[in-house]
């Protein structure tokens, strides 16, 4: 267990619908990665967030937005719905503002859109 | 771009059989590239390597970065079936707060 926490496990949801997945990160840690994992495919960057402030971008759709609240946990937003949005999605986290340790990664988030 | 490649996509190997994994980047500011092993869900920390710590050790896993070459090298000895997982890697720069990763290698292990 990373003692990274992510809700929920799974979601099954339509095209055209918004959903929101949910990130706790690990107790001190004040940096949250998103990543998206779809089939066959590696993490990809979506957003980094540092003790609330966003840091990095990566290839996030226009359709997608995140934030990290007060209390450090993070709230990845996914709109309008596709097909191709289906996919593992992971939160992980860092004591670390800089890339300069390791991540703990959650179980992640599986999003099915039918 | 920063970009990661790993090789092979995929290995089938028997047990007691010893495997290399590679990584290869092509990065500026090189900090530190990372290991993990991909079960069935979170991926989990193996190693880091950076210009001061190049070669790693735990148990059966080891690794190796090669700076000049911009790669490096997973080897697992003695394999068993519970080292069948996804190995990604992924790398760091300086002045950026990415972690880029590659898309993996799927191994199998056999009994």
């Known amino acids: 267990d990373s003692g990274v926490t992510q809700t929920p496990k799974h979601l099954i949801t339509a095209t055209g619908q918004r959903v929101t997945l949910r990130c706790s990160p690990r107790s001190g840690d004040l940096s949250v990665y998103w990543y998206q994992q779809s089939l066959d495919q590696g993490l990809q960057f979506l957003i980094q967030?540092?003790?609330?402030?966003?840091?990095a971008k990566g290839n996030i759709l226009e359709r997608f937005s995140a934030q990290q609240f007060p209390d450090l946990h993070s709230e990845l937003n996914l709109s309008s719905l596709e097909l191709g949005d289906s996919a593992l999605y992971f939160c992980a986290s860092s004591v670390f503002d800089a890339n300069t340790g390791e991540l703990f990664f959650g179980e992640g988030s599986r999003l099915t859109v039918l | 771009e920063d970009k990661v490649v790993q090789s092979p996509l995929s290995l089938v190997v028997h047990e007691g059989d010893t495997v290399t994994l590679n990584c290869s980047y092509e990065v500026t500011n090189f900090r530190s590239l990372l290991w993990y092993k991909q079960e069935k869900k979170a991926p989990t920390f193996l190693f880091m390597l950076?210009?001061?710590?190049i070669e790693k050790k735990s148990g059966r896993l080891s690794s190796i970065l090669d700076k000049k070459e911009l790669s490096s090298i997973l080897n697992i000895t003695a394999t068993q079936t519970g080292d069948s997982a996804i190995y990604l890697c992924?790398?760091?720069?300086?002045?950026?707060?990415?972690?880029?990763f590659g898309t993996g290698t799927r191994l199998k292990v056999l009994a």
């Open positions: 992924a790398f760091t720069a300086s002045g950026t707060y990415k972690y880029i």
């Open positions: 967030y540092y003790n609330g402030e966003e840091r």
């Open positions: 950076t210009s001061s710590g």
